[in-house]
């Protein structure tokens, strides 16, 4: 370490780095650990009543951004010690590599792009129902409920984009779509006529 000035200086600057990097992923690790605690479920709470739709939603990709995190902490170091282009390159290729079960084509690149969907439709529509009750249908001189039922109505239209946006990044075309579809839907049919109906039900109280 002392004697070659090449390898000591990257030994040193090697671990600066890695220190440097360490540190950073730690208070972003801390961070998120603290944001999951301030949207965790209190189960005390939860007694009174349910938390905010919001609420659980964020926790979850709170969670789920903690082990990436630390997935792009090793990859970081990994490259701060000599890993060269050849190693993302090989990483970028498993990432995108295809796998088939059946007809049905997926990838984990194709399962991050179905997760950025869902998140993104998720800010999308808290946006849109604040903006579409609070600035758009407030000066329609419409009374509350209607305004409700049009804002529900266009956020489970905004949701459906959304879910078939995502389950077109995993894969799933419209013949497999048709596929898993009609299999849910002879699933729901004779499991959970129940749910299906109050769920049609509820929708039409909206229209109506």
């Known amino acids: 370490i002392a004697g070659y000035g090449g390898i000591s200086f990257f030994w040193y600057a090697s671990w ?12 972003i690790y801390s961070a998120l650990q603290e944001l999951s605690g301030i949207y965790q479920a209190d189960p005390e709470k939860l007694k009174d009543g349910p938390q905010s739709s919001g609420a659980p939603i964020t926790w979850l990709f709170l969670k789920l951004a903690q082990p990436l995190s630390l997935i792009t902490f090793f990859i970081a170091v990994i490259l ?11 990483l970028i290729e498993s990432v995108r590599r295809t796998y088939h ?12 792009y179905a997760l950025l969907a869902i998140l993104i439709t998720h800010i999308i529509a808290q946006s849109w129902r604040h903006f579409f009750q609070q600035k758009f249908l407030a000066r329609s001189g419409m009374v509350l409920g209607l305004q409700e039922s049009l804002t529900t109505i266009s956020v489970y239209v905004l949701w459906v984009l959304g879910v078939l946006i995502a389950l077109s990044f995993l894969g799933l075309n419209t013949t497999s779509l048709a596929v898993v579809f009609g299999a849910l839907g002879i699933r729901v049919g004779l499991g ?10 509820g929708i039409i109280l909206l229209l109506e």
């Open 80 to 90: 701060t010690w000599g890993g060269t282009k050849t190693f993302l390159i090989a």
């Open 101 to 112: 079960i059946g007809s049905i084509e997926f990838s984990i690149l194709g399962f991050i």
């Open 192 to 201: 959970f006529q129940n749910t299906v109906t109050n769920s049609i039900s």
């Open 16 to 27: 600066g780095q890695t220190l440097v990097i360490g540190f950073g992923a730690g208070l």
